[in-house]
Nanobody, 121 residues
Framework: VQLVESGGGLVQAGGSLSLSCTASGNIKSWNDMGWYRQGPGNQREMVAAITSGGSKHYGEAVNGRFTISGDNARNTVHLQMNSLKPEDTAVYYC????????????????WGQGTQVTVSS
């Protein structure tokens, strides 16, 4: 199973960016997909997640500014980030939890390689 991320980049404060993540690799099902981030000197934190049933969860720091959406059929999640702040600067990692593939039939978690988001003041 692989997670391929796209999006990110450099934007001025107040601007918007979007991220996408697609999971591939003979996937049978997954419990949740979403995004974590790790800024300089900080621990990795949850940004947003969506369950396969459509429930959405957001980190306190981004609630009301970021929106997560998912496409179960394509094993893809999107993160729309609005009203970006310099403190949103971080490497954003896609995460897929409880993934069951047709190869292993055992649930496991996977991470993407990360994509940089930089918000200038």
């Amino acid at each position: 199973v692989q997670l391929v991320e796209s999006g990110g980049g450099l934007v001025q404060a107040g601007g918007s960016l979007s991220l996408s993540c697609t999971a591939s690799g003979n996937i049978k099902s997954w419990n949740d997909m979403g995004w974590y981030r790790q800024g300089p000197g900080n621990q990795r934190e949850m940004v947003a997640a969506i369950t396969s049933g459509g429930s959405k969860h957001y980190g306190e720091a981004v609630n009301g500014r970021f929106t997560i959406s998912g496409d179960n059929a394509r094993n893809t999640v999107h993160l729309q980030m609005n009203s970006l702040k310099p403190e949103d600067t971080a490497v954003y990692y896609c995460h897929a939890g409880g993934v069951i593939s047709y190869v292993t039939f055992v649930p496991d978690d996977y991470w993407g390689q990360g994509t940089q988001v930089t918000v200038s003041s």
